[in-house]
């Protein structure tokens, strides 16, 4: 762990009742300014990983004041988990212009999380600063931890068929709402590509290795599918 980010996670902790109210909706005024600010951010990590990203390179680089990006991100580990937060809802967009093919819910959720996997894959430091950064998140980061969260399982719904809107999963309608059941393997493929990432970045997994965790995990769609049992 970097000295930069053993100084964040203190910083995230105190700075935190500073931010504005998550309620509170953004003008869109404000969300431009958001939206640039994530962008320099995802650039600078593009380019240097966790460390390139500094608070007033940042505010720079997005035109912002300093102060001003404090108030939207109490901390380098906010920004860049609501960082991933956006990276993964464009990924999203893309996966419902072009559907995953598979014939089953399980193989078309691992290869909706491979095709992610290999996004992240073109942009290793990008995908590096964001990952330590969900490591490093304390409790005042977790509404941004819960987005990410939230939008992982969107992911994972939508290719199972139960996702809402233009594009959910392969097409399906009329599946209703998960079950326990399903929702809990949702949770432990959360888990498994989360670990995968981790083990990849860190150079003790291979792309092959990776690949044969998802669909192995993946299993657990069709074993928890109650049309199947």
Not at 84 to 102: A, F
């Amino acid at each position: 762990m970097s000295a930069d980010a053993k100084v964040e996670a203190p910083e995230a902790a105190t700075a935190r009742p500073s931010s504005p109210p998550p309620s509170a909706p953004l003008t869109e005024r404000q969300e431009a300014r958001r939206r640039r600010i994530l962008h320099a951010s995802a650039q600078l990590a593009s380019r240097g990983g966790f460390d390139a990203v500094q608070m007033r390179e940042v505010a720079e680089s997005s035109q912002v004041a300093l102060g001003t990006l404090y108030r939207y991100f109490p901390s380098k580990v906010h920004l860049l988990v609501a960082t991933m937060q956006d990276q993964l809802e464009h990924m999203h967009g893309t996966l419902r212009k072009k559907p995953p093919t598979g014939d089953t819910a399980a193989e078309r959720v691992a290869e909706t999380l491979m095709r992610a996997f290999r996004a992240l894959q073109r942009e290793p430091h990008l995908a590096d600063a964001m990952v330590r950064a969900l490591t490093f998140a304390d409790r005042s980061v977790s509404p941004e931890v819960d987005q990410v969260s939230r939008q992982t399982t969107a992911i994972i719904l939508d290719s199972m068929g139960f996702g809402e809107g233009e594009g959910g999963g392969a097409g399906e309608s009329g599946r209703g709402r998960p079950t326990p059941e399903q929702l809990s393997a949702v949770r432990v493929i959360e888990h498994t590509w989360h670990s995968a990432l981790i083990t990849w970045l860190s150079g003790r997994a291979s792309i092959a290795q990776v690949k044969i965790d998802i669909e192995t995990v993946c299993r657990l769609i069709d074993l928890t599918d109650p049309a199947r049992n």
